[in-house]
């Protein structure tokens, strides 16, 4: 089943701050983390296993809240470069090859 | 190259037609994964492989639909008889490993079915 990303889409100024949550009505393994900008590939941003740990990457970082089964994106002192669609993709099992179901996206547009 | 390459980038084809997709991981990726992407939304798992095995190919949406990596490394996909609802963008993606390691997408085929 399909994890429910909110907000759908968002705005900011430079250097303002977001969150992104992604939550599934399964219980999860592993949560993935990728940003995809137009007509381009996803990029990995970072994975979250259960277990509840934050992880950061640069300015972003992200939490996994085993108990809620949703994981949350953080993005601070937002920059131009971090427009685009942010994915979460989730993992059930671990022997599930590493298999991923993504969420239907947030976009996210980032303004000087 | 270093990344996950794909090709062709573009595909137009007419109903009915067959079309075949290729991906050529990053060396030495175990694991390789299609997926569909339909526009303004998330990719849509297709099918999996670990070395040459197609371990999973729940995400396949018919018979028309073909996928395989016969030598571990360089993977097809194809399409037979098109249907105008297979237009999408087809990403592959590959990881090193098995399990949970972060996945690399190529840029992906965008197919057009007219």
């Known amino acids: 089943q399909q994890p429910v990303q909110s907000p759908q889409a968002v705005i900011l100024r430079e250097g303002e701050d977001a969150v992104i949550n992604c939550s599934s009505s399964?219980?999860?393994?592993?949560v993935h983390w990728y940003r995809q900008k137009h007509g381009e590939a996803p990029v990995f941003l970072m994975i979250?296993?259960?277990?509840?740990e934050q992880k950061g990457h640069e300015k972003i970082s992200a939490s996994f809240n085993e108990k809620k089964q949703q994981s949350s994106l953080y993005l601070t002192a937002s920059q131009l470069s971090y427009s685009g669609t942010y994915f979460c993709?989730?993992?059930?099992?671990?022997?599930?090859?590493?298999?991923?179901?993504f969420g239907q996206g947030t976009e996210l547009s980032v303004k000087p | 190259g270093a990344g996950v390459s794909q090709s062709p980038r573009y595909k137009v084809a007419k109903r009915g037609q067959d079309v075949a997709l290729r991906c050529d991981p990053i060396?030495?990726?175990?694991?390789l994964f299609w997926y569909q992407q339909a526009l303004g939304q998330g990719p849509e798992f297709l099918t999996y492989?670990?070395?040459?095995?197609?371990?999973?190919k729940s995400g396949l949406p018919s018979d028309r639909f073909f996928a395989e990596r016969p030598e571990g490394s360089v993977s097809t996909l194809k399409i037979q008889r098109t249907q105008q609802e297979d237009s999408a963008v087809y990403l592959c993606?590959?990881?090193?490993?098995?399990?949970?390691?972060?996945?690399?997408f190529g840029d992906g085929t965008r197919l057009s079915i007219l």
């Open positions: 993606a590959s990881s090193l490993g098995t399990g949970t390691q972060p996945q690399h």
């Open positions: 399964k219980a999860l393994y592993s």
């Open positions: 979250l296993l259960k277990g509840g």
């Open positions: 993709g989730t993992e059930r099992a671990l022997r599930g090859g590493g298999k991923l179901i």
């Open positions: 060396s030495g990726h175990v694991s």
């Open positions: 492989f670990q070395n040459e095995a197609q371990l999973d």
